[in-house]
């Protein structure tokens, strides 16, 4: 291998593992992959059919319009409308990147993918390493519950709990779907690395990117029906893992405890409560204002201008500070934002990814799918830097990976 290949490969896994990185450094790594793989591209002097560049726009459609609506928002709400399109920028840079470079450093990078589970591992060792110092060294600064180590997580990695529950999700599905090793120690390796990450998932406890990989794990297990048998080590191992958590961690505990409050079964404190009603008047605050947005939508500069406004108000009615909140939905946020257009296009461009993964047979494709349309419904994903760059720059790569295979029946529905 010559010496430019293995730069190649080192800015691929920097592609990889940015997405663990603090804040602006977090941002600025994807565009400098980018630059330098179209660069790369341009010197090896190959490029794409012009029809990619028009697959790039048509899955970027759903930020297309957010860039559309500037020009027409009142000069009030203009610059929180630009703003609100840079956060979302790579949405259409990132498509636009992969459809443009050579097939050859799209492979390159993804065959670098384990190193995002690496730096999941990492990260999530080095906030668990932190939460457990504070605690053990009785220094009184945090206390034994999820709310403090969800906080004290986030302070430490960064990285907000959720966004963390999406890549670990994402990342156990890699592992899980990376090869058959048959008894190999390398198999097992990989059932332990999985186990770990599950346990992480299981402490940070957030909803959706959970139920997710619960749909995963049942369409995996109904493709492998007349197989199941080989794989009951591993449904054992699971069970094991889920139930330890259960016993030993006292905030898991908690957390499943707060999140019966949606079903008017909690018996916890205040606090936990709270939590459960914050999330059912963000909900009740959300269909108040699609009631009144739900054809041309607020407008992306002037939706959250509209909430604090609601929050405000309720705020004095209740006596205590509330908010203000985003929609915490994306399908809301970009419905309450662009209307009936804004919602229509997501989920066309979400109709569009589907197609895609299942033509090309790519199982690990429509599990990433499935993960972000789930938890779309319970976070903003794409308002936050953390989450439009995960959904960039996944669904980038595999839109515009090369086939291995000619595509036939959809294996990803046969079974195996």
């Known amino acids: 291998m010559g010496k430019i290949e293995t730069i190649d490969k080192y800015v691929a896994r920097l592609l990889m593992i940015c997405l663990l990185f603090p804040g602006k450094w977090q941002g600025a790594a994807p565009m400098l992959v980018s630059l330098y793989f179209v660069v790369r591209t341009i010197v090896v002097k190959e490029s794409s059919f012009s029809r990619n560049y028009a697959k790039a726009l048509l899955i970027s459609v759903a930020f297309i319009i957010y860039l559309l609506a500037i020009p027409i ?28 470079i050579t097939p050859a450093f799209t492979k390159l990078i993804w065959r670098e993918r384990y190193w995002f589970v690496y730096a999941c591992v990492v990260s999530c060792l ?35 709990p959720t966004y963390m529950s999406m890549y670990l999700s994402f990342a156990i599905c890699m592992v899980l779907l990376s090869g058959n090793d048959g008894n190999s120690p390398v198999k097992w390796m990989r059932y332990l690395l999985a186990y770990l990450m599950l346990i992480f998932l299981l402490c940070l406890l957030a909803k959706t990117p959970i139920i997710a990989l619960v749909v995963i794990f049942i369409h995996y297990a109904w493709g492998h029906r007349k197989q199941l048998y080989r794989y009951k080590a591993i449904f054992a191992g699971t069970l094991i893992v889920i139930a330890a958590v259960y016993l030993f961690v006292p905030f898991f505990r908690q957390r499943v405890a707060e999140l019966s409050g949606f079903f008017g079964k909690s018996k916890t404190e205040n606090v936990i409560d709270n939590s459960v009603a914050m999330r059912k008047l963000i909900w009740h605050t959300d269909m108040d204002m699609l009631h009144h947005y739900w054809l041309t939508g607020a407008g992306p500069g002037r939706l959250f201008p509209l909430l604090k406004q609601r929050y405000f108000f309720y705020s004095l009615a209740n006596g205590e500070v509330i908010g203000p909140y985003d929609p915490h939905n994306e399908y809301l946020y970009d419905w309450l934002s662009l209307g009936i257009a804004g919602i229509l296009l997501m989920v066309l461009v979400l109709g569009i990814h589907i197609s895609r993964a299942i033509r090309s047979n790519n199982t690990l494709y429509l599990y990433l799918l499935i993960i972000l349309s789930v938890s779309f419904f319970t976070e903003s994903v794409l308002s936050l830097q953390q989450g439009v760059l995960f959904y960039a720059i996944f669904t980038s790569i595999l839109y515009f990976l090369p086939q291995e295979k000619p595509a036939g029946q959809p294996a990803i529905f046969s079974p195996a």
Do not use: K, Q, W
């Open 126 to 160: 080095i906030g668990n390493a932190v939460f457990g110092y504070h605690y053990f060294t009785n220094d009184g600064t945090v206390t034994l519950s999820h709310v403090a180590y969800r906080s004290l997580f986030d302070v430490t990695t960064t990285i907000h």
């Open 73 to 100: 928002m009142p000069h009030e709400y203009f610059l929180a409308a630009r703003r609100v399109c840079e956060g979302r920028a790579s949405m259409l840079l990132l498509p636009l990147v992969f459809a443009g």
